[in-house]
């Protein structure tokens, strides 16, 4: 005859209690129990919950929510997936540690960030997320462009380019591509002035990221650029509308190509300025847009002759 102990998995595959054989059996999650409702007999104990953490009130929101950990980032060394040993001196129940433990808690954090950058591709990644998150603090860089930034850092450190090379000077080639290819408003001079490399380097870096990985950027608009040298000029929105329609009004006639798109988003707004009677001279545009007072006349001279601007 077949032991207890042997018959108890095969009842309890199909639901039924090993001691009376019913099948009303009501699980407990709360203290992990299996209980049989007729004969009352713990059937099993210390089950492991494998459902979500949240709560759920409809069939479709508990099935589209799933145990999941921590998104990885690729802004993040490690992307975001290690665990780290924390600096305090208590326990879980706020208890101080022993001198000996809180020694050997100090060598175990030790090795721990130790073994994180045992390779030259970890130093080196260590290194450029750190750079990119000065850079992205800095410059105010989005969430998402840092993390482009990151994935294209990344792709350059695969492919060998980083070698021999500056780190800061590709990661910030790096951020600029990001930034052009997600429409981000900031200027190759504005990420060279924060990251210290000089903007002909960053420049060489950035051409070689697009030959080598085979990036395709946009087109940049001048259109993105309005509101930021509007603010910083303290321009009113009236006048970035009107700004607006000016650029939209030499796109179509093609005036655009081949010039600056932030030299033509300052000529727009001194233009716009004029039409509404503001005392704004070219200089306070060139500052604000961060070019030479020669590009907003210049531009200012183009985009009036070509669309036939009468001032007053």
């Keep these: 005859m077949e032991s207890r102990d042997e018959v108890a998995p095969q009842l309890m595959s199909r639901d039924k209690c090993p001691e009376c054989g019913g099948t009303n059996l009501v699980h407990d999650h709360e203290s992990g129990e299996t209980v049989c409702s007729t004969c009352g007999l713990v059937v099993q104990e210390m089950t492991i919950d494998t459902g979500p953490e949240w709560r759920a009130f409809t069939r479709e929101e508990k099935e589209t929510r799933s145990r999941v950990g921590m998104p990885t980032f690729y802004s993040v060394q490690d992307k975001g997936l290690s665990t780290t040993i924390g600096a305090g001196s208590k326990d879980a129940l706020g208890r101080k540690l022993a001198p000996s433990t809180r020694f050997q808690m100090w060598r175990l954090r030790r090795w721990q960030v130790r073994s994180r950058a045992h390779s030259s591709i970890d130093r080196n990644l260590a290194l450029a997320m750190a750079e990119l998150d000065r850079l992205a603090d800095k410059l105010s860089i989005p969430m998402h462009v840092k ?105 179509e006639k093609h ?21 509404v009677g503001s005392h704004l001279t070219q200089k306070d545009i060139a500052n604000a847009a961060g070019v030479t007072e020669v590009t907003v006349r210049n531009r200012y001279r183009t985009l009036r002759k070509q669309l036939k601007l009468e001032f007053d």
């Design 147 to 251: 993390e482009k930034a990151a994935l294209i850092y990344r792709k350059a450190l695969d492919k060998g380019l980083v070698r021999g090379r500056s780190i800061a000077g590709i990661i910030s080639a790096s951020l600029y591509a990001a930034c052009r290819i997600t429409v981000t408003p900031r200027s190759l001079r504005e990420i060279s002035q924060a990251s210290l490399v000089d903007r002909k380097a960053v420049s060489r870096d950035y051409r070689l990221l697009l030959r080598e990985l085979d990036i395709q950027i946009p087109i940049s608009d001048p259109v993105t650029y309005l509101t930021k040298i509007g603010e910083k000029a303290s321009l009113s929105s009236q006048v970035q509308r009107r700004a607006m329609g000016l650029l939209q009004e030499a796109r």
């Design 255 to 275: 005036i655009r190509a081949g010039k600056d798109p932030i030299g033509l988003a300052a000529a727009a707004l001194y233009i716009a300025s004029m039409q």
